[in-house]
């Protein structure tokens, strides 16, 4: 796990990283002259360039934007008076015994997160992911962050289930 330093100047990196993909995007498909007259090797010609190109960083930008959005929820709603060392798994790289996010006051962990961008449940991978979480041997609070209700009322239910003691939290991406 990496510590988050200053959560203005990840964000600005992120944005920029979100800015030269949605550019490589951009000089991709301006190549094309009529889509109507695409061709289909032309159509997979560059739908495998954008994926070649894009591909990492439309699942990874968006994710570690909702990393940091979810330590500020987090910080707003536990801790308003508390100084937080936050860690975080940059790119979905965590290890299983790590979650996306920690919370650390005093050197303790007091909070674990994991974070999701779906918008709909994929169900296997969110009972992995909820299993992982429930499996880590950390102290403190343990979240599941997702953007939609969609994605709430599975989550829910299986924590219930399976008599987790997680919370899910729904936060907005990008508000």
């Known amino acids: 796990m990496h510590k988050i330093g200053d959560f203005k100047s990840e964000r600005n990196k992120l944005l920029q990283e979100a800015r030269d993909t949605i550019s490589d995007v951009k000089k991709i498909v301006t190549k094309v002259r009529q889509i109507d007259n695409i061709k289909e090797k032309?159509?997979?010609?560059?739908?495998?360039?954008?994926?070649?190109?894009?591909?990492?960083?439309?699942?990874?930008?968006?994710?570690?934007?909702?990393?940091?959005?979810?330590?500020?929820?987090?910080?707003k709603r536990n801790y308003p008076h508390k100084a937080i060392e936050w860690h975080w798994n940059r790119a979905q790289t965590s290890k299983k015994e790590e979650a996306d996010l920690h919370g650390k006051i005093d050197g303790k962990i007091v909070v674990s997160a994991e974070i999701t961008t779906s918008a709909k449940p994929i169900y296997k991978k969110m009972a992995q992911t909820l299993k992982k979480l429930n499996e880590m041997q950390v102290p403190g609070k343990k979240i599941y962050f997702v953007q939609t209700k969609d994605m709430k009322k599975p989550a829910d239910a299986e924590i219930k289930e399976k008599g987790y003691k997680i919370k899910v939290e729904i936060i907005q991406l990008g508000t």
């Open 42 to 75: 032309e159509a997979v010609d560059i739908l495998s360039t954008v994926r070649d190109r894009c591909y990492e960083n439309l699942n990874i930008i968006p994710h570690d934007l909702m990393i940091l959005q979810a330590a500020d929820w987090i910080k």
